[in-house]
């Protein structure tokens, strides 16, 4: 069964730290660009980071570039997303998703997308 499980949300104050992992089954992660999204409440969804599978470039959102790292462990099938000194505004649905080759802004372009995990940063 092709499939994503994002794990690793949960409950942490402000400043904390969260790791985030994108496990694939089903399927070889390496060979798709893996992005990270999230969704507030009434918001829209938005990438928060990616990683392209050809050149294994990475990208982030402004609001988290040297906050967040995205990297892989095609050894596990695995993306993670590091997240520190984390802000009550991180604080939505993190979902990770893939499509072929290389990263995209567009949510609609990927193709594959996990169940994802509640993130909520709150004192």
């Known amino acids: 069964q092709v499939q994503l499980v994002e794990s690793g949300g949960g409950l942490v104050q402000p400043g904390g730290s969260l790791r985030l992992s994108c496990t694939a089954s089903?399927?070889?992660?390496?060979?798709?660009?893996v992005g990270w999204f999230r969704q507030a409440p009434g918001k829209e969804r938005e990438r928060v980071s990616c990683i392209s599978r050809t050149d294994g470039a990475t990208y982030y959102l402004e609001s988290v570039k040297g906050r967040f790292t995205i990297s892989r462990d095609n050894a596990k099938n695995t993306v993670y997303l590091q997240m520190n000194s984390l802000k009550p505004e991180d604080t939505a649905v993190y979902y990770c998703?893939?499509?072929?080759?290389?990263?995209?802004?567009?949510?609609?372009?990927?193709?594959?997308w996990g169940q994802g995990t509640q993130v909520t940063v709150s004192s």
């Open positions: 998703a893939t499509r072929p080759l290389i990263c995209n802004r567009d949510y609609h372009s990927y193709d594959r």
């Open positions: 089903g399927f070889t992660l390496r060979y798709s660009a």
